[in-house]
């Protein structure tokens, strides 16, 4: 029974740090399937962080917080819309530039506003996404194994979570069996077919983008007002990046996006839990290897060890209308 | 398309980036404004703090080597329309070969320890970018994404290297030992002391000479050499390279091997010049910062000196404005670069339509006095 309880936690604790992954890397698959590189993911994340950070400590609320992140998220992939759809300006460089205006943006406001280094107020409870007790949870927690897993790994999470694992087959659905999935697909694998079909490449662009930005709002107030109480500088600290890796892992692909973000999530919980512990014929693993393994994993992915990456064919190339 | 080739070069390479600078400015002041700060005095604190004062502009200079290396670093892969953002990771590890050059050989006269660790630097920088280039080069797994996975198991990697293997026995700093003094390079006041120059005492050191050198060595490269034709073909036709029977997927790994090493240069101006030992996030994004100098530069040596200087000001500047006004952070500095990386380097078209008509009106008025 020991084991479960520490498998159920192990689990819990993925869960729990896979969710701003999930939602970051399916904002990415938007925008990237429309045909639009995002490597601001992590810029957007901390701005809606700090938004949502900020706005639920002076209204004392989660709601207009979450609220504010989406808006100020939304917002920074409107500039990235702007700059690479409308003027074609270059995807990645518009991305890079996100990320440093977010940066800098989040930490001189922080300190402008709450004159504590960077840091928004330490939220109230009701400030925040608190975990919700699903019916049951406690009453079944005697019976073994089922118990144990209902009560660590199903119940016991912020909405946000279970919202996070809504989006999944949600974004599949949208994607694959709308008609404005199709369209999104079609502008990021042939814009010029769409075109001549009469789909807006501009319009679908813009929308996907703007999807992403709603997506990356979520996660950035997952981040600062459901697992923390406030904002702290930096606090993405690379987690857009990590999305993005997830991205491409999964092949650009929903389902596996959630499977992606829940292996690197628990790699994470895996690092916290394994930190000190020696393992059995390896010894003291290295944090930043485990760190690290994402990223390598990945690398190791496009260097075709565990299948192909092939990424949609017009990502990265703003389109020209022709005259 | 035939429009954008009848601009004047000037409006090309001096209107266009004045406007985006002017821009980034701009939208700069109205959030200073909206801080109740005084932007105009912020300008004011800025570039005191960075031209007024011999101090002020060693620091300035200092700045602007960084800035020169990453650029080249960007631009020269650009010429061969590659994108390598990984000039921060590039540069991280080249950090620990000047590192393990000046620990190791510190015993050695100072000329010969100054060659090993420009070789040690652009060694280490060229490996980290490696692999990225043989993944694009051979698997056509796009060089951005690499390269920012590199970036990050650069990081991982220095970190594991300065706090189990690279740090003195008993200290808890990750950090190394600092270097002995014949393994450092000399300061400019005092290398230049002997010839009579008294120049007030800054971190700007020898690098910076060796950056000019660079960028020398940069333009022979690109439009003096056989090599540097089929890069820029490379870049500006592939299908071109490609028919001409260059070898593509060489120069692609030339590219960024080249770019790698450029980057690893910044750890001879950082490291060497003014750390004396290997730190923390040393690269503090100077990397990224590289892409701006680079496109404002429009990937010409002379450009990306101009574009370092700027950032060398807006860095020093900076630090004195952070210095002065208790409400104004070296973030804002941070917030002022990625306005200006957006305006220079995403939006760098929004005012070519507006421009393209001027000079289209022009003209018209030309022909019609003429006709």
Redesign the interface.
């Known amino acids: 029974m020991e084991l479960v309880h520490a498998l159920a936690t192990m689990l819990d604790s993925s869960i729990r740090l896979s969710v701003p992954l999930l939602f970051a890397c399916l904002a990415g698959l938007y925008a990237e399937r429309a045909g639009v590189?995002d490597?601001g993911l992590e810029g957007k994340m901390l701005i809606a962080a700090f938004a949502a950070g900020a706005a639920a400590a002076i209204s004392d609320s989660p709601w207009p917080g979450l609220l504010a992140a989406i808006v100020a998220s939304v917002a920074f992939a409107l500039?990235?819309g702007?700059?690479?759809i409308t003027?074609?300006?270059?995807q990645?460089?518009?991305g890079?530039?996100?990320?440093?205006?977010?940066?800098?943006?989040t930490?001189?406001?922080g300190?402008?506003w709450f004159k504590r280094g960077?840091q928004t107020p330490q939220l109230e409870p009701e400030a925040r996404f608190l975990e919700l007790r699903l019916p049951g949870a406690e009453a079944l927690r005697s019976i073994p194994l089922i118990g144990d897993l209902y009560a660590e790994i199903i119940s016991g999470h912020s909405v946000l979570v279970y919202l996070a694992f809504l989006m999944v087959p949600l974004t599949w659905w949208v994607l694959y069996r709308t008609r404005f999935g199709l369209r999104l697909r079609a502008v990021g694998e042939n814009p010029a077919a769409a075109d001549t079909a009469g789909v807006s490449v501009e319009f679908q662009r813009y929308m996907a983008v703007v999807c992403g930005g709603i997506l990356c709002g979520l996660s950035g107030s997952y981040l600062s007002i459901a697992q923390s109480s406030g904002f702290i500088r930096d606090m993405t600290a690379?987690k857009g990046?990590i999305a993005?890796?997830a991205l491409?892992f999964a092949k650009w692909r929903p389902v596996q996006a959630m499977g992606a973000c829940l292996l690197f999530g628990f790699l994470d919980a895996l690092t916290i839990r394994l930190q000190g512990t020696p393992l059995p014929g390896v010894g003291i693993l290295?944090v930043?290897?485990m760190?690290?393994i994402p990223?390598?994993l990945?690398?190791a992915l496009?260097?075709?060890f565990i299948g192909r990456?092939v990424?949609p064919k017009a990502g990265?190339i703003p389109y020209v209308k022709e005259h | 398309m035939s429009a954008r080739a009848e601009l004047p070069w000037w409006a090309n390479l001096l209107l266009i980036p004045f406007l985006n600078l002017a821009a980034a400015f701009a939208i700069s002041a109205l959030i200073l404004a909206t801080i109740g700060e005084d932007p105009f005095q912020a300008a004011a604190i800025i570039l005191r703090g960075a031209l007024f004062s011999g101090e002020g502009i060693g620091y300035t200079l200092f700045y602007a080597t960084n800035f020169i290396f990453t650029g080249l670093a960007f631009a020269v892969a650009f010429h061969a329309g590659l994108f390598n953002i990984g000039a921060e990771g590039q540069a991280y590890v080249a950090g620990l070969g000047v590192a393990l050059v000046c620990l190791s050989f510190d015993s050695l006269p100072s000329p010969l320890i100054v060659l090993m660790s420009i070789a040690a630097a652009a060694l280490f920088g060229a490996a980290w970018a490696l692999i990225p280039a043989y993944l694009q080069a051979r698997r056509g797994s796009h060089v951005v994404i690499t390269t920012i996975m590199f970036n990050f198991i650069a990081a991982a990697l220095v970190v594991y290297l300065l706090v189990n293997h690279l740090s003195p026995p008993g200290s808890m700093q990750p950090e190394t030992r600092t270097f002995a003094e014949n393994a450092r390079l000399p300061f400019l006041h005092v290398a230049l002391a002997p010839l009579g120059l008294d120049l007030p005492s800054s971190p700007l050191n020898l690098s910076f000479i060796w950056a000019l050198v660079c960028c020398l060595f940069f333009y022979v490269l690109i439009w003096r050499s056989r090599l540097g034709f089929e890069l820029r073909t490379l870049g500006a036709n592939p299908n071109a390279a490609l028919y001409s029977g260059m070898p593509v997927a060489r120069l692609t790994i030339i590219a960024m091997l080249l770019s790698g090493a450029f980057a690893g240069f910044m750890a001879l101006n950082e490291i060497m010049g003014s750390q004396h030992r290997m730190i923390l996030d040393y690269t503090s994004g100077y990397g990224f910062v590289g892409i701006a100098v680079a496109l404002m530069g429009r990937a010409h040596p002379i450009g990306i000196i101009f574009a370092a200087v700027l950032f060398g000001v807006l860095y020093q500047g900076g630090a004195e404005l952070a210095f002065e006004r208790p409400n104004i952070t070296r973030d804002m500095v941070v917030l002022i670069q990625g306005l200006v990386i957006m305006m220079a380097g995403g939006l760098e078209h929004m005012f070519r339509p507006q421009i393209d008509r001027l000079f289209a009106m022009r003209r018209r008025k030309a022909l019609a006095a003429v006709g």
Request: glycine fraction near 12%; aromatic fraction near 8%.
């Open positions: 590189f490597i500039l990235h702007f700059a690479t003027h074609r300006g270059n990645i460089v518009s890079v530039a996100i990320n440093i205006i977010a940066a800098g943006l930490a001189q406001l300190v402008t960077g690379g990046f993005l890796a491409v290295p930043q290897l760190q690290a990223y390598i990945t690398v496009l260097a075709g990456a990424p990265g």
